[in-house]
T-cell receptor, first 113, second 115 residues
């Protein structure tokens, strides 16, 4: 079945550093791909998505490009802020046209001032 | 506009007991799903309810059951609790018209500790 693998965490960066969180997927066909974020004390929320190969999803300064050649969907941000400290989850749908997700293990990001 | 609300926030049970968790979906949503998130892990899909019926189920035993009410709210029941059931239980809501969009809205969860 569909699955995602995220880089091991946690990740600690200084403010304004560049961020990359790796995500690779295994799937039948080319499903949409997602990044969700869980801020402290809050529920998970959709950060960005890409619906087809070569699509770039972006939101709040974060970007991720759907690369079918490398089956990857890495999350990047050019300059992180303290407020970006959270847990980030790569995800793909359980089935086509279904909003329920299979999530990666999550990567905890801590940004220090 | 209220988001997804869950209750209780925290609870402690002992092995063998039963627990019921509750969820009210975001306004306008008709589909509720439940996830289990063990410490340090990503959420794992338990099941989805739509039109008061279980529509999809993940790899969880029958000890996990649920219900959806006519107002779209939902309950998750876990019987014969095991230590391994200790986790954060997340409720997520969406709407059938938004299938495929990935727009799942999550509550903050109910943290269950089994002693």
């Amino acid at each position: 079945g569909n699955s995602v693998t995220q880089m091991e965490g946690p990740v600690t960066l200084s403010e304004e550093a560049f961020l990359t969180i790796n995500c690779t997927y295994t799937a039948t066909g080319y499903p949409s791909l997602f990044w969700y974020v869980q801020y402290p004390g809050e529920g998970l929320q959709l950060l960005l998505k890409a619906t087809k190969a070569d699509d770039k999803g972006s939101n709040k300064g974060f970007e991720a490009t759907y690369r079918k050649e490398t089956t990857s969907f890495h999350l990047e941000k050019g300059s992180v802020q303290v407020s970006d400290s959270a847990v980030y989850f790569c995800a793909l749908p359980l089935t086509t046209y279904n909003n329920d997700m299979r999530f990666g293990a999550g990567t905890r990001l801590t940004v220090k001032p | 506009d209220a988001g997804v609300t869950q209750s209780p926030t925290h609870l402690i049970k002992t092995r063998g007991q039963q627990v019921t968790l509750r969820c009210s979906p975001k306004s306008g949503h008709d589909t509720v799903s439940w996830y289990q998130q063990a410490l340090g892990q990503g959420p794992q899909f338990i099941f989805q309810y739509y039109e008061e019926e279980e529509r999809q189920r993940g790899n969880f035993p029958d000890r996990f059951s649920g219900h959806q009410f006519p107002n779209y709210s939902s309950e998750l029941n876990v019987n014969a609790l095991l230590l391994g059931d200790s986790a954060l239980y997340l409720c997520a809501s969406t709407y059938q018209g938004g299938r495929g969009t990935g727009e799942l809205f999550f509550g903050e969860g109910s943290r269950l500790t089994v002693l």
